[in-house]
């Protein structure tokens, strides 16, 4: 779909448009499954006697945005909750030197490991030095920043972090994000906690500014003159200085000397794909290649035109996605005859109950980018094309009802991605 849409003939942009329905689809509304078995005649018939016309208006931006909730498969069944929300439907927090958003169980309430949000620095402003209660897990969308995070050891890490690469700072470990040159960055920050709220973080200089002067004069060996130059409230994300080279910043330090043991950035792109087929990639990012991230693991899945990511799920946690590029068609199988299949577009965000199985479709013209991310610290999933070859033939044959020549066409690998 076209970021611009036309209803009645005038133009619509989709993300004021989204925005103005943000209530009604925060909670679902729009995407109601009737529980009642749709047959494919059914369907057929009710598009040729109008069943599926409607007599009154319709928000026709949302609705053409989510084909697959407008007119669902015949294969969807039963009352499965909405799985879909949008960055673009989130309050942006807008401040001189960027902007934030988030998503949390708040606005998705089927999630119930991770939340995300969304921030913008431009070239120079900080997200301040600050801390939280939840572990950090960063990837650039756009530009490319400058981060820092000390450990406990007082050992410090400095790095540079561009459009496609990822960071990882634990719970309650110091750290700053800074934009650099040519217009700063943008960013996806998940984390481990569901109701996690950006908006209340520890900012160094919300705690200066609610300790008495004369306790932070002590504190920091200065005068008291020097505090009462010091905010008297957060900054969050205000302008500064583009910094200068990164080995200028490390040396400034103390060098390699004060250097933590572990790095706490992934650079995506010097890395080889964990898994490459003639429908995409799959980099896997988890506590086996990226030490640091000890309770969320990722997989970054780039698929081409026509693919799609085979039916398969996740023994070890559910499944919280981000898409970065492209539109896509994901069904969700929840047991018990329960299945429900929604549409996804750049900056959505999407949900799989932990052990529900699922695919993913390419269902546009360009390469669909979406991440997966787990709270947990490796990244595991079952594949059903891989079970069905690793058992009996006789026992996939009679629970399947398929031929010696058909069964011998299953993929005898895990496929990952399939191809058109």
């Not at 209340?200 to 008291?224: K, N, Q």
Request: aromatic share 10%; hydrophobic share 40%; proline share 6%.
């Amino acid at each position: 779909m076209s970021e611009e849409l036309k209803d009645n003939g005038k133009p619509v942009n989709r993300r004021s448009f989204l925005g103005a329905g943000a209530a009604a689809i925060a909670g679902a509304a729009i995407f109601n499954v009737a529980a009642k078995a749709q047959s494919r005649d059914n369907i057929h018939a009710a598009e040729h006697d109008h069943a599926t016309s409607r007599l009154s208006p319709i928000n026709k931006a949302i609705a053409d945005a989510n084909p697959d909730s407008e007119l669902p498969p015949d294969t969807d069944h039963g009352d499965v909750p909405s799985f879909w929300y949008s960055f673009d439907l989130a309050h942006r927090r807008i401040q001189e030197g960027g902007w934030t958003c988030q998503v949390t169980q708040r606005d998705l309430p089927v999630s119930n490991e991770l939340a995300g949000v969304k921030m913008r620095l431009t070239a120079g402003s900080y997200r301040e030095l600050h801390w939280h209660t939840a572990d950090e897990w960063g990837y650039v969308t756009g530009g490319s920043v400058r981060t820092t995070v000390l450990a406990p050891d007082s050992t410090v890490f400095i790095d540079d972090v561009p459009e496609g690469d990822i960071w990882y700072f634990p719970a309650g470990y110091p750290h700053s994000i800074q934009g650099l040159a040519n217009d700063g960055g943008e960013f996806l920050l998940v984390f481990d906690n569901p109701m996690f709220s950006e908006y209340e973080t520890f900012l160094v200089s919300d705690w200066i500014a609610h300790t008495p002067e004369t306790t932070v004069a002590r504190d920091l060996h200065v005068g008291l003159d020097a505090v009462a130059k010091m905010p008297k409230g957060e900054l969050y994300i205000f302008p500064g200085t583009v910094p200068g080279s990164l080995e200028q910043d490390r040396a400034e330090v103390g060098g390699q000397a004060v250097v933590t043991k572990i790095p706490y950035t992934y650079h995506l792109k010097d890395i080889e794909p964990t898994y490459k087929t003639p429908g995409g990639t799959v980099h896997v990012v988890d506590s086996s290649n990226f030490l640091a991230s000890t309770n969320i693991a990722a997989a970054v899945v780039k698929i081409k035109p026509g693919g799609m990511r085979e039916m398969h799920w996740h023994p070890n946690g559910s499944e919280w996605q981000y898409y970065v590029k492209g539109s896509a068609s994901m069904t969700v199988f929840e047991a018990a005859g329960k299945a429900r299949t929604i549409s996804f577009k750049q900056n959505d965000v999407g949900f799989v109950p932990s052990i529900a199985g699922h695919v993913i479709r390419n269902t546009g013209d360009s390469d669909l980018v979406f991440l997966e991310l787990f709270r947990a610290n490796r990244f595991i999933d079952l594949s059903l094309n891989n079970w069905m070859r690793r058992l009996p033939s006789l026992m996939v044959k009679e629970h399947l009802n398929v031929s010696d020549a058909d069964l011998k066409k299953f993929p005898v690998d895990k496929q990952i991605i399939l191809g058109k």
